[in-house]
């Protein structure tokens, strides 16, 4: 299938995703023929976006389905299932991938896991899913509620991986990518090389704040620089609005502006909170300003980088 994604959905879809991606309640567009990607709030959780953050999303192959991460909650999960049902009638759910280990995105996989569904995971993904989801569990339900968390578990996945693995979808083939840690350990990302879609899960962002506390930032900008080489013409991030490789760009210049503002303050002999409060409103960070997340996450983001550089110079 060689037609230019791009070109198929224009102008309009573009517009209507960008849309989607500023509000708060999910909704569901085809980007191409059989890739489907449920658009979430850009925002972190909340009772107004009734925890609904984040992109999920499905592809549709000749007689299965894999759906890439499962959503807030059991409800969330149910919900992904009944979208996948009416998209693709008859059709099995092969599998659930979870992209990272946030709860916006494993906290839906009781639901599939109670439908008999593999889920599956990076190995270190999986470790970290076990170390620090059933808080995350506690904090979603004091935030969201009892109700909106009820049938919530965390759910371990039965598959896990170590590296890039093919998997086929009838005669559909689908690539599950292992970067290796960048945003987080155990990134997986899901390539319809067919169609040009790429599922990067946090790896990428659109027009939000990346979170860089549990990310090896080397790693991760070389990644960004491989989805690249990929040339898929469509990339569907953890957050925000589907793009071209412009997302990887936009994104690059943010990390390496944050790496180049944390090492220069604290090589100045700033202290930790002088650099987070120059950082707010340096000018260095202006291109980033109306992007969801700011400050609350620029400013977790800043202190992380500062302590990690801090304890990287004792080291030497």
């Known amino acids: 299938m060689r037609h230019g994604v791009l070109r198929w959905l224009g ?71 009944a979208r996948v049902a009416e998209a693709a009638p008859g059709r099995r759910t092969a599998m659930l991938v979870l992209t990272q280990p946030l709860p916006e995105f494993v906290l839906g996989a009781a639901a599939f896991s109670d439908q008999g569904v593999p889920v599956v995971a990076d190995e270190a993904a999986a470790r970290l899913l076990s170390q620090r989801c059933e808080q995350c569990l506690e904090n979603l339900r004091a935030l969201l509620g009892d109700e909106a968390m009820a049938g919530t578990r965390v759910v371990a996945p039965d598959r896990p991986i170590a590296a890039d693995t093919r998997i086929e979808l009838g005669t559909h083939p689908v690539e599950l990518i292992a970067p290796g840690w960048s945003s987080a350990p155990g990134d997986l990302m899901v390539f319809d090389r067919r169609a040009g879609v790429l599922f990067s899960g946090a790896v990428v962002t659109e027009r939000r704040i990346p979170e860089v506390r ?55 002999g700033a202290s930790l909170q002088e650099t ?29 980088r500062y302590l990690e550089l801090e304890a990287r110079s004792f080291r030497y």
Do not use: C
């Not at 992109?55 to 919900?79: C, E, K, M, P, W």
């Open 11 to 81: 102008g309009t879809m573009l517009g209507l995703l960008a849309a989607a991606a500023s509000a708060d309640l999910v909704r569901s567009v085809e980007l191409a023929p059989g890739n489907h990607v449920l658009i979430g709030s850009r925002n972190e959780a909340s009772r107004q976006n009734h925890g609904e953050v984040g992109n999920l999303g499905f592809i549709v192959g000749d007689d299965a389905v894999l759906v890439v991460n499962a959503g807030t909650s059991y409800a969330h999960g149910r919900q992904l299932l």
């Open 214 to 268: 549990d990310a090896r930032l080397d790693a991760w900008r070389e990644t960004l620089a491989r989805i690249a080489t990929l040339s898929p013409r469509l990339i569907v991030p953890g957050y925000g609005a589907p793009g071209d490789t412009g997302l990887l760009k936009a994104l690059d210049g943010y990390l390496a502006t944050l790496e180049r503002f944390v090492e220069a303050r604290l090589n100045d």
């Open 276 to 304: 987070i409060n120059a950082a707010e409103t340096d000018a260095a960070f202006l291109a980033y300003r109306d992007w969801a997340g700011y400050p609350a996450i620029h400013r977790r983001n800043v202190h992380h």
